[in-house]
């Protein structure tokens, strides 16, 4: 009778034990949240687990009775700097910080360039776009009125007038304070009662093939119009005219004329060229274009403006 109590007593001990340790198991998945079904599925995982080591690193979800088992990677990333990226605001944030920066240049009179026979030519501007009101384009380099643009579209004008943006019925009277011929640029100036917003020069050494550029100008006119494309070359040899530009920008931005002088720019808002040149078998933008890096530029913004 000892013998037989004594047994029963090590059975109810070890019954309890092994109950005891279920419901530490329960209360455990429970607080995972695993249910009934998801331990009655535990065994295959392991089958599985053991023909594909790759699924010990994700886990089953099972939301009912008549759902597909749904797999979730383990682990869950969180950072404030994460956050969906948008390329068209991209673009926006870019043009905001330069479009107040760029200004139509217009004259009263100019004299007609001589014809040109070779496909790659500056914007030059011609007779018909006097009747549109612009024959250039050009970029704020200091709020004092300093303006960088191109030689060619203000050589052979008169009474040279800049209408800042936002401006249409302001027009200052210009003049050239500075000029290189080899590089094709010019810089302006005009008197305001106001200070103007100017731009950001960035490094055009740091733009490669292939990355994502904005212009800004006034084709036939049309002030402050925004086109896009990519870095074609970076470092284009190009003869206009019998003088040689030595590594110029070659870009697929759409450049017509009465863009010349506005600004190149990065996705960051820097202008990083000057735009002046088209390949234009037909007279007009033909996929094609060129603009001169700003680094070239640099040394005589520097030392014009004091």
Same mark, same amino acid.
């Given at each position: ?165 936002? +401006? ?25 009662? +106001? ?49 040689? +530009? ?38 007009? +933008? ?21």
């Amino acid at each position: 009778m000892d013998r037989f109590r004594g047994f029963f007593a090590n059975y109810l001990t070890g019954l309890l034990s092994i109950l005891l340790v279920l419901n530490v198991i329960i209360v455990i998945f429970a607080l995972m949240g695993i249910g009934w079904r998801q331990m009655v599925e535990v065994p295959t995982y392991f089958m599985e687990a053991l023909r594909e080591p790759s699924n010990l690193l994700s886990r089953w979800n099972v939301t009912s009775a008549t759902s597909k088992p749904i797999r979730s990677t383990s682990g869950l990333t969180t950072s404030s700097n994460i956050q969906l990226v948008s390329s068209d605001e991209s673009f926006a944030a870019a043009v905001s910080r330069v479009r107040p920066a760029v200004v139509n240049i217009s004259c009263e009179t100019i004299q007609r360039a001589p014809a040109v026979s070779s496909s790659l030519r500056f914007d030059d501007p011609a007779q018909d776009l006097l009747n549109l009101g612009g024959i250039g384009s050009g970029i704020i380099v200091d709020s004092r009125g300093y303006i960088l643009t191109c030689w060619h579209v203000v050589s052979q004008a008169s009474n040279i007038n800049v209408t800042p943006f936002g +401006y249409e019925a302001r027009r200052y009277s210009a003049y050239v304070i500075a000029k290189d011929e080899s590089l094709n640029l010019a810089v302006l100036r005009i008197n305001t009662p +106001y200070e103007l917003p100017a731009v950001t020069l960035g490094d055009s050494s740091q733009m490669e093939v292939a990355d994502m550029v904005l212009a800004i100008g006034s084709p036939f006119g049309l002030e402050q119009s925004v086109t896009h494309g990519i870095i074609s070359d970076n470092r284009r040899d190009v003869q206009i005219d019998g003088r040689v +530009y030595r590594g110029m920008m070659q870009t697929d931005v759409p450049i017509n004329r009465g863009s010349s002088g506005g600004p190149l720019i990065n996705i960051n808002g820097e202008v990083v060229g000057i735009n002046m040149a088209i390949y234009a078998p037909t007279g007009v +933008y033909s996929g094609v274009s060129f603009a001169l890096p700003i680094n070239q530029a640099k040394p005589l913004a520097a030392k014009t403006i004091q």
